[in-house]
């Protein structure tokens, strides 16, 4: 069985999150979407609501797992057996960071990282944008899924 993990925060999910999740599913039999757990780091949703959301918006494609991990992302490849890491790259800066990660995990345990292009549509997009977008009333509705903008425009709304 072919296996890949797409790993991130997701903080919240975003259509750029999606497009490279639904891509690495049509190439792999199974991809695991990898939800990072950073202490040092407070989200605007908690690890749980994250995970149902990506639950939700994925459940489309049966061949996507979601779970959280912390640590390294190696450890958790080797605890699944999962030989590839599926990261989209949305610019030149992407890459000369996540060519510098591809390379130690590569040395760290073997495991391979294989670079997606986003489509050109997202190619600005960021959780970090989004939720700066939506804090100050910016229209979202066409980055995020329907689900994840009605929870973070409630979100939002009890801050």
């Not at 072919?2 to 639904?22: E, K, M, Q, Y």
């Not at 939800?35 to 149902?52: C, H, P, S, Y």
């Amino acid at each position: 069985m072919r296996r890949a993990v797409c790993p991130g925060s997701f903080d919240p999910i975003t259509n750029g999150h999606l497009d490279i999740i639904a891509r690495a599913s049509s190439l792999y039999d199974e991809v695991y979407v990898a939800v990072m757990i950073n202490q040092a780091k407070k989200g605007l949703f908690e690890i749980e609501e994250r995970i149902d959301l990506i639950r939700r918006v994925t459940a489309e494609y049966g061949n996507v797992r979601v779970e959280s991990f912390h640590g390294l992302l190696v450890d958790f490849c080797k605890q699944r057996e999962i030989p590839a890491i599926v990261k989209g790259l949305r610019a030149v800066s992407d890459f000369d960071y996540e060519l510098q990660m591809a390379q130690m995990n590569n040395g760290l345990s073997g495991v391979e990282t294989l670079f997606i292009p986003t489509n050109p549509t997202y190619s600005f997009l960021s959780s970090s944008l989004v939720k700066e977008v939506a804090t100050w009333g910016g229209d979202v509705a066409h980055l995020v899924p329907p689900l994840v903008l009605e929870a973070l425009t409630e979100r939002l709304r009890n801050r």
